[in-house]
């Protein structure tokens, strides 16, 4: 005879989920400094709310709490009182120092072994608390039912939710403790206890007119209304984006483009604030209202678009809305072979991805481009500070003044990484513009700041891009090609890593290797007219230091088509003209070199010391400053 199976130690509880935001980041900055502020916030608020509303801790990992519940009001309440105190303690905190939670909480049927609990009543919970935002509270239907008309807490439906591992979707609806005050409702229970339902009609009646009188006057005291919310620089949700058949098959292509394009961002835009997948997957088949979409997602910008069949490709089209007058600032096309529709979709979309990054950052430096308000953030001075500093006709004038705005920034918030990779890259800029700048000053400071902006953030591709930079105006070349192949294990479609890398080869003496690296960023989707130009010239300093003169001038010529006009281009169509015996052109460019660096010398050029290396220097005095010599530039 069989024996009976045992049964599970069941019981019903509200479980809470706690998870800390960005916690591989904030130990990558920190890690003993985040540890013990950790250990400063269970001990100060988190243990004694716990305590307080009666939940006991059911485990704890490294970056996030399970807490039980017998109530469900003291489950929420617990979580109310733990976002508040933390908004409170993170208050004057750095931004990118600042420790926030997400929690979810679900009310369910759990399995009880030993002090540990398990079942889709914890899954539940786990699963929407990815779904809130940092700073707030996602809640299951069954948990907004059992406390709407106990609690004076407001709840958002934000619809329902696909799930990991749970068969069925999940109503969630999200609970913003800075918006949860509660004096409406209290003023609604206190009419119910007086409404004068015994009263005589009479007495009804000029009880009535009196307390309309009252309320007249008492009523704009009491009413609460939600603080107009500023939604932060550089904000950004994408939207799910549509299916234009009703294949499931094109669905599912949609739901994944939506999806990568959301991580890719999140990810890869550091400096922007993206919405969660699951909180903006709630406007699915719903008709896009811009400037609704982006106050209840406080956003200033929007991606949204379409997929569709083109023969046996897949079209992509996206486009970034400006949430605050639904004007479109931006929009592209992305085709996607049928045979990779199936495959990793996050590399498939890079690309467009890359170039909704791009428009996004160039829409907020618009968007600041003008006089600051005195209540601008340190990013928007940052954004500001870039937006303006190549506008004037002195390009290293407009990079000093710019250089102060970041300073100024930086003095509010030291680990604002937007201004610490920009700060690192105008020295690195001003180095290539002005030959006759302090250069070991400049090379320190962009060392300093490239460091301090890697240390910061060290998934963040640019400011591995400007590290490897300030590596190789420090001739450590090693260093300068590992740095730079850190940027392209973050962001492989990086436009960036492939000129840098052309750049060193160029600098070490082997021209022909930066020639063949140069010719697989073909492959690669230039971003903008700016990095075609600076490609162009790469090829041209390259085709000099072979001696092929007429490719040198084609490749220089057509750079500044591009709109790279600085001196060092005229520079080498001097030596080239002045190689290939066209005296005319030379002495023709060679004016436009001397007006901007009046008097121009071989000194100017040697002092910014390109490279150590010997091979370099070889090419370097035989095919430009030989050049040079020719069409009449002095020695100093």
């Not at 009535?208 to 932060?232: D, E, K, M, T």
């Not at 639904?326 to 467009?352: E, F, N, P, T, Y």
């Not at 840098?500 to 960023?521: C, F, S, W, Y």
């Amino acid at each position: 005879m069989l024996s009976p199976t045992p049964r599970d130690n069941r019981r019903l509880a509200a479980i809470v989920s706690v998870d800390v935001v960005g916690y591989s980041r904030l130990m990558g900055l920190d890690e003993s400094g985040t540890l013990a502020r950790l250990k400063l916030h269970r001990r100060e608020l988190i243990d004694g709310s716990i305590a307080k509303h009666s939940g006991r801790i059911v485990k704890t990992t490294g970056d996030g709490l399970l807490l039980e519940f017998s109530s469900v009001v003291d489950a929420v309440n617990c979580a109310v009182d733990i976002q508040r105190g933390m908004a409170e303690r993170n208050a004057g905190v750095p931004s990118e120092h600042k420790i926030q939670f997400r929690v979810g909480i679900n009310v369910g049927d759990v399995i009880v072994d030993d002090d540990d609990i398990f079942g889709d009543g914890v899954n539940i919970a786990v699963r929407i608390e990815g779904l809130a935002e940092p700073g707030k509270i996602c809640v299951s239907k069954v948990v907004r039912d059992h406390v709407h008309d106990k609690l004076p807490y407001v709840f958002e439906d934000i619809g329902a939710q696909e799930v990991k591992n749970i068969a069925l979707p999940v109503e969630v609806f999200r609970l913003d403790p800075a918006d949860s005050d509660g004096s409406t409702r209290r003023l609604g229970r206190w009419w119910n206890r007086i409404r004068p339902s015994h009263w005589r009609r009479a007495g009804v009646g000029v009880l009535s007119i009196v307390g309309a009188g009252a309320l007249f006057w008492v009523l704009p005291w009491l009413q609460v209304s939600s603080p107009i919310r500023i939604p932060p620089a550089m904000s950004v949700a994408v939207l799910p984006f549509a299916a234009q058949s009703e294949n499931s098959a094109d669905q599912k292509v949609a739901d994944d483009v939506t999806r990568a394009m959301t991580e890719n961002l999140e990810r890869l835009a550091r400096y922007a604030t993206v919405a969660p997948y699951g909180v903006a997957s709630r406007y699915k088949n719903t008709p896009l209202v811009a400037q609704q979409a982006g106050a209840q997602l406080n956003v200033r910008y929007l991606v949204a678009g379409d997929v569709r069949h083109s023969g046996e490709d897949v079209l992509v089209d996206a486009k970034l809305i400006d949430a605050s007058d639904a004007r479109q600032v931006w929009s592209d096309q992305l085709r996607i072979a049928r045979h990779d529709v199936a495959g990793d979709m996050g590399r498939v979309v890079a690309k467009l991805n890359a170039r909704a990054r791009s428009a996004l950052a160039s829409a907020e430096m618009r968007r600041v481009a003008g006089p600051l308000p005195p209540d601008a953030s340190p990013l928007e001075m940052a954004l500001h500070a870039a937006a303006n500093q190549f506008k004037g006709q002195d390009r290293v004038q407009g990079l000093r003044v710019a250089r102060e705005l970041y300073d100024a920034a930086l003095r509010i918030d030291s680990h604002l990484l937007f201004a610490l990779v920009n700060r690192a890259e105008g020295v690195g800029q001003e180095l290539g513009l002005n030959p006759r700048s302090d250069r070991d000053r400049l090379v320190r400071e962009m060392d300093e700041y490239s460091a301090r902006a890697v240390h910061q953030d060290d998934k963040d591709p640019r400011a591995w891009t400007v590290r490897a930079r300030a590596l190789a105006w420090q001739h450590r070349w090693d260093a300068s090609l590992e740095a730079t192949a850190n940027v392209e294990k973050l962001d492989p479609a990086r436009v960036e890593t492939f000129a840098h890398r052309a750049q060193v080869l160029i600098n070490l003496g082997e021209p022909e290797r930066a020639l063949t690296k140069l010719d697989e960023m073909k492959k690669l989707d230039l971003p903008d007219a700016e990095w075609a130009s600076w490609t162009m010239f790469l090829r041209c300093r390259a085709f000099l230091a072979l001696g092929r003169y007429n490719d040198a001038i084609a490749s220089c010529e057509r750079s500044i088509a591009a709109g790279e006009n600085w001196w060092m281009v005229y520079c080498y169509l001097v030596a080239a003209y002045a190689q290939k015996g066209d005296t005319a052109r030379a002495a023709a460019e060679r004016v436009k070199l001397e007006a901007y660096v009046p008097g121009f010398s071989i000194a100017d050029f040697n002092a910014i010391k390109l490279s150590d290396k010997q091979l370099y220097q070889a090419q370097t005095e035989r095919h430009l400053y030989a050049g040079l010599r020719k069409a009449g530039v002095p020695e100093r």
